[in-house]
Structures are given as structure tokens and as C-alpha cells.
């Protein structure tokens, strides 16, 4: 009998440190946590890295913003993993015990939207919203987990646990959804930073939440986007004349913010159609456009990116020939 429970016991403790083994190497730990910044009443943005997603920071690079409404809490773009999203959560319960009634996605890159897993994962019931290509995008391909193996791969899976939450509420440009006492007005200018991205404006707190198509103090990728829909969009956005604006990486502020973007795409592409027209190739533009681009020479990831937006803008004006 004695020797029964010895084993029983012993058997119980290797099962719970079995149990223990396979959590930890299927679930990431928690990522540090980083300060809300009031933008607004009521309103807060939490500042990602300006690097691209690695090991240091874990993959957390975007600016996810809440907003605090009269019976629950709106999220815009809660991160790119579960422990990100997790962070938001706290970050968010320190201020207010109200739920989370719903969340927006800006565009289709997951490092803005992976962390709706931690959202659901704590509010099952909330609502989730994206431009309508996007809800289609995630359901009908394969692009949530292509984002999900890229963020485990370029953080040393300090991401490992995230799985794909898609949006499940569908947009379109001039929506207005009203929620929490809050109306979120939608603009969505077709092709911009990508195909899918929303604008958001808040009318109560003089607040717009730019998403990718404004970047501060670094570069990314254009996402199949438009250099003259981005450019549109924001010209459009700028006359809303709020007075905050976040962008999807750098700090949030007035005006400014989008004019600073704008500046560096329209300087981009001036230069790169004038080349165009004199007949040089878009490899041998670089060195005459990096200058004229002297003023965001040290943001993050310039070097890397300035030759390919080139190219880019190259290839859509080379389009617009035929």
C-alpha cells in the first residue's frame, strides 16, 4: 500500500512536470511591460520599437492605441503575437476595469494585428473589424500564419503560442460605428501603404489613428500598396485638421505627423517620375534621389528600404504608360 502511493505520487509529479515541459516550449513568456501614454481623454498609445521585429524586442514594433469609452473599451491594432496582446491587457487594466467591447485592424500586416488572439483569449465575445478585403484576405489565404512563422523566425520564438484570430466585422470607407459612446469614422482610400488599410477618426477626442500609412523615424515595406494612393490618402486626412495623430510606428502628435510622412513620399516619387521621364533606370536613380531624401537619411531601415519604395515607385509610374 505504501509502495502505491510512493508511486502515485511520484507518477503525479512527472506528469505535472511534463505538463510544465510542454508549456513552456509551446508558449512564449510573457513580454516586459511597456508605459500607455495618454494621447487624449481617455485615449493611449503604447510605443513599439522602431526596429524591425527581433529577439531584444520580441516582436513588439507597432503603436497599438485604446480608447476609453462609456461601457467598454475600444483597441486598435493589439500587436503582433499573444504576448503582446497580453501586455495591452495590462497595460489597459491599470487604468480601467471596463472590457473591451471591441477592436479594429488597421491593415493586413500581422505585427499590427496577431495580438486579437490575447483579446479574444480574455473577451470572447468581442467584436472585430478590418476594411472587407482584409476580413476576406485573412479567410481565404494563408497570409495570418505566413505572419505567424515570420514573427517565430525573426524573434527567436519569443512569439511561439500566437495563433491566427482573423477579423470577423467588415468595413468600408465612410463607415461610422457607433460604439461605447464613441463614433469611429472609417476612411479607406483604396490602395495606400496596402490594399487593405482603414483610417481611424474619432470626432469626440479630435483623434485620428493613421495605421501604416504614416511611419515616424523609420521605413517598412510598401505591401502591394500605391505610392500615389498613400499620398492621396494622406493629403485627404490631413485636412480632417484633428488635433492628434498616431502613427502606425513613432510618436503620435499634431499635424505634423502626416505632413512628415507625406514629404518623404512625395519628395520619392517627384524625383523618381522626373528620372523616369529623362530615361534612367530605377538602379541607377538611387544615388541621385537619396539626397534629395537627406532629411530621413537616419531612420530606421533606410538604407534597406529607400532602393526598394525606388523601385517601386519606378514600376507604378512605369504602369501608368500603358
Same mark, same amino acid.
Given at each position: 500500500?505504501?509502495?502505491?502511493?510512493?508511486?502515485?505520487?511520484?507518477?503525479?509529479?512527472?506528469?505535472?512536470?511534463?505538463?510544465?515541459?510542454?508549456?513552456?516550449?509551446?508558449?512564449?513568456?510573457?513580454?516586459?511591460? *511597456?508605459?500607455?501614454?495618454?494621447?487624449?481623454?481617455?485615449? *493611449?498609445?503604447?510605443?513599439?520599437?522602431?526596429?524591425?521585429?527581433?529577439?531584444?524586442?520580441?516582436?513588439?514594433?507597432?503603436?497599438?492605441?485604446?480608447?476609453?469609452? !462609456?461601457?467598454?473599451?475600444?483597441?486598435?491594432?493589439?500587436?503582433?503575437? #499573444? =504576448? #503582446?496582446?497580453?501586455?495591452?491587457?495590462?497595460?489597459?487594466?491599470?487604468?480601467?476595469?471596463?472590457?473591451?467591447?471591441?477592436?479594429?485592424?488597421?491593415?493586413?500586416?500581422?505585427?499590427?494585428?496577431?495580438?486579437?488572439?490575447?483579446?479574444?483569449?480574455?473577451?470572447? =465575445?468581442?467584436?472585430?473589424?478590418?476594411?472587407?478585403?482584409?476580413?476576406?484576405?485573412?479567410?481565404?489565404?494563408?497570409?495570418?500564419?505566413?505572419?505567424?512563422?515570420?514573427?517565430?523566425?525573426?524573434?527567436?520564438?519569443? !512569439?511561439?503560442?500566437?495563433?491566427?484570430?482573423?477579423?470577423?466585422?467588415?468595413? =468600408?470607407?465612410?463607415?461610422?460605428?457607433?460604439?461605447?459612446?464613441?463614433?469611429?469614422?472609417?476612411?479607406?482610400?483604396?490602395?495606400?501603404?496596402?490594399? !487593405?488599410?482603414?483610417?481611424?477618426?474619432?470626432?469626440?477626442?479630435?483623434?485620428?489613428?493613421?495605421?501604416?500609412? #504614416?511611419?515616424?523615424?523609420?521605413?517598412?515595406?510598401?505591401?502591394?500598396?500605391?505610392f500615389v494612393g498613400n499620398i492621396q490618402a494622406l493629403q485627404s486626412i490631413i485636412k480632417i485638421k484633428a488635433k492628434v495623430y498616431v502613427p502606425g510606428h513613432g510618436k503620435a502628435g499634431d499635424v505634423s505627423v502626416p505632413k !512628415?510622412?507625406?514629404? *518623404?513620399?512625395?519628395?520619392?516619387?517627384?524625383?523618381?517620375?522626373?528620372? *523616369?521621364?529623362?530615361?534612367?533606370?530605377?538602379?541607377?536613380?538611387?544615388?541621385?534621389? #537619396?539626397?534629395?531624401?537627406?532629411?530621413?537619411?537616419?531612420?530606421?531601415?533606410?538604407?534597406?528600404?529607400?532602393?526598394?519604395?525606388?523601385?517601386?515607385?519606378?514600376?507604378?509610374?512605369?504602369?501608368?504608360?500603358?
Amino acid at each position: 500500500m505504501f509502495f502505491n502511493k510512493i508511486l502515485s505520487f511520484l507518477l503525479l509529479i512527472f506528469a505535472m512536470s511534463f505538463l510544465q515541459t510542454v508549456n513552456s516550449t509551446t508558449i512564449a513568456p510573457p513580454i516586459p511591460d *511597456y508605459p500607455a501614454v495618454k494621447i487624449a481623454d481617455n485615449s *493611449y498609445v503604447i510605443y513599439g520599437d522602431l526596429n524591425p521585429p527581433n529577439p531584444k524586442n520580441k516582436g513588439f514594433m507597432n503603436n497599438p492605441v485604446f480608447i476609453i469609452g !462609456t461601457d467598454g473599451i475600444i483597441v486598435v491594432d493589439p500587436g503582433s503575437s #499573444v =504576448q #503582446v496582446g497580453e501586455m495591452v491587457l495590462r497595460a489597459i487594466k491599470k487604468i480601467s476595469k471596463k472590457p473591451v467591447v471591441a477592436v479594429f485592424n488597421t491593415h493586413e500586416h500581422g505585427d499590427h494585428w496577431l495580438g486579437n488572439h490575447a483579446i479574444v483569449n480574455a473577451y470572447p =465575445q468581442v467584436k472585430i473589424y478590418a476594411h472587407d478585403k482584409l476580413v476576406k484576405m485573412v479567410k481565404n489565404t494563408d497570409v495570418g500564419q505566413r505572419w505567424v512563422d515570420s514573427m517565430m523566425n525573426l524573434t527567436d520564438k519569443a !512569439t511561439e503560442g500566437t495563433q491566427v484570430v482573423a477579423p470577423d466585422k467588415s468595413l =468600408q470607407d465612410k463607415d461610422i460605428i457607433k460604439i461605447a459612446g464613441l463614433s469611429i469614422k472609417i476612411h479607406h482610400h483604396g490602395d495606400a501603404h496596402t490594399t !487593405t488599410d482603414i483610417m481611424l477618426e474619432v470626432p469626440e477626442k479630435s483623434l485620428v489613428i493613421l495605421g501604416d500609412n #504614416v511611419l515616424l523615424g523609420r521605413l517598412g515595406q510598401m505591401g502591394g500598396g500605391s505610392f500615389v494612393g498613400n499620398i492621396q490618402a494622406l493629403q485627404s486626412i490631413i485636412k480632417i485638421k484633428a488635433k492628434v495623430y498616431v502613427p502606425g510606428h513613432g510618436k503620435a502628435g499634431d499635424v505634423s505627423v502626416p505632413k !512628415t510622412y507625406l514629404e *518623404y513620399l512625395e519628395t520619392l516619387y517627384k524625383w523618381t517620375k522626373k528620372f *523616369y521621364d529623362d530615361g534612367i533606370s530605377d538602379f541607377e536613380m538611387k544615388e541621385k534621389i #537619396v539626397p534629395k531624401l537627406a532629411k530621413f537619411k537616419n531612420w530606421i531601415s533606410f538604407d534597406r528600404e529607400v532602393g526598394r519604395h525606388i523601385s517601386i515607385a519606378y514600376l507604378q509610374i512605369e504602369a501608368t504608360d500603358f
